[in-house]
């Protein structure tokens, strides 16, 4: 019985009168304000996520991430669309420098955002939710030249003020460059859902309209303020002898005749002179319309632009990738193209570009027998449509970083401005300049707009700028969790249909992916601080964050220490007082 729980009490009961005395208090504690003992203070103080840093259409992806993981797919996508009216294309075919940046990747590899970008905009649809429309402001009209994603996203964000918002586009249909890129990366209908939901908001486009052609500066006098999208539409030059001949089509070209559904005779052997995106796209489809593809890049594979993903998926079609080599004249036959050559490469110092100057090794020139060459060397803008009181500078239309041009109430953004080159940053520029325009029309100053290479918002938070690396994380609170496979089409099928490749995630992975995020920078009411407070004095707020009682805060900053996504700060106390 010694060590039974019950002799043990009536001991310690027995003893009990010869326990020394001990101070006792009737009183509250709360009497004595130990927060005056206080050297250091910790605050709640929300910094910079690194995947919202690097996103160039400016998206909250931390606060939609987590209203996602909870199953609020509505507000999430009405939180993300925002910023981006495009979530089901840049689910698809943006680069996502967001998942380059992610502090996830050194545990189970960067959170799949676009994925879960795609899944929203999915859901989206499948609810049938739209844009609200906002009650019209003024009745000042703006008109917006060109349709791509600059274009489109600036006459949104217009709308959405309440301005009144005409789009005039050259093509047929809108979409830019957005509505050429191969179905089996970004289907017809997703696209056409897009641009419908902004039209739904009274944004009138209208096609078969190219300023400089049927189109005059005279007639968007009574618009007040003019805005300038037009992109890069036309193709660089391969610079060499034979590129006239019969079956020299360039990348875009040839990408634009099979959106329209134009048969294009290729040949049995074609071969793509480039290393980007347009590249790939024109390599790809080539490939699914039968022929044997060769792509030529005078820089190696680390060098080339292109998304390291569409160089995987067209090796594993079969297409062939020669490295360090370029074209230097085009042999015809009957005016036709017969064979390509080409010189060996060699890589030298770097260029204006950063990238190593390809440097042509003699002796190695070779030749290739081809039936079609498809250029795919980047695009330029085509300007002959401006007047002399534009400015230009190094092939772009010259701007401010609030989008003004040297002509008084027109702006300019997307690639004929910044030459960006990815629809990201195109929606990004058109949600500036919308910005810029909403500012204009009310007669505000216009000089506090951030530098192009950093993304404007909508919706402003009071976030620190300090952008949270890993580094700046409890690491000792964050686990590894792999990310999911990406799921595709297999590449024998890819060859032979334009179905989508990659497919999407369920919705119970969709949910688990999103819980991977660590909310970098962001108080997501976890309770570690509340947990560790050794002063209880953390209280919550009742709207989902929480307060610190100064009275009894001793400034220990343990709840600073522990937080595991750097959500608090601390100062000395006297710069509190002072």
Known sequence: MKDHPAAITEINLAHEAEMPPLPMSIGTTLVNKTGTWRYFRPFYEDKT?????????????????????????EEAWRLLTQENPF???????????????????????????????????????????????????????????GAGPAGLACAYHLALWGHPV???????????????????????HVLDREIANIE?????????????GNLSWGALQHYQA????????????LGIAGEKAEGV???????????????????????????????????????????????????SRKEMPAAEAEITEAEEEGIAIHYLTAPVKIWTENSRVKELECIKMALGEPDASGRPRPVPLPGSEHRIPVDTILPALGQE?????????????????????ATVTSRQGVFAGGDVATGYGTVAHAIGSGKRAALAIHHYLRGESLESFPPLSQAVHRAQKSLSPTVVRLENLNQDRLTFSARPSQRRLDAQTRQQSFDEVNLPLDEFTVRFEAERCFSCGICNACDTCLIHCPDVAIKRDGLGRYRIDYDYCKGCNICAVECPRDAMSTEEESKWKE
């Open 381 to 401: 803008a085509d300007l002959s449509f401006l007047d002399e009181t534009i400015q230009i500078a190094q092939g772009q239309i010259a701007t401010d970083s």
């Open 87 to 145: 979530p089901g294309v840049c689910g698809r075919v943006c680069p996502h420098p967001c998942e380059s940046e992610c502090n996830r990747i050194e545990l189970g590899g960067a959170v799949a955002i676009h994925t879960l970008e795609r899944f929203l905009a999915g859901e989206a649809a499948a609810r049938k939710l739209s844009f609200v429309a906002a009650q019209r402001i003024d009745e000042e009209p703006v008109v917006v030249i």
């Open 249 to 299: 089509l360039s990348g875009i070209d040839f990408l634009a005749r099979i959106e329209r559904g134009e048969a294009v005779r290729l040949g049995r052997r074609v071969a793509i002179i480039g290393g980007g995106n347009t590249a790939m796209d024109a390599a790809r489809t080539a490939r699914r319309s039968g022929a044997e593809v060769t792509i030529l890049y005078r820089r």
């Open 49 to 73: 996520p690194p995947c919202n840093n690097a996103c160039p259409a400016g998206e909250d992806i931390v606060g939609y991430l987590a209203l996602l993981k909870e199953g609020r797919y």
């Open 166 to 188: 005409t789009v005039y586009e050259a093509a047929a249909k809108p979409g830019g460059m957005m509505r050429l890129i191969p179905p089996y990366r970004l289907p017809a």
């Open 226 to 237: 003019v805005f300038l999208a037009v992109g890069q539409s036309r193709s660089r030059k």
């Open 200 to 212: 739904a908001l009274g944004v009138r486009i209208l096609t078969g309209q190219r300023l400089g």
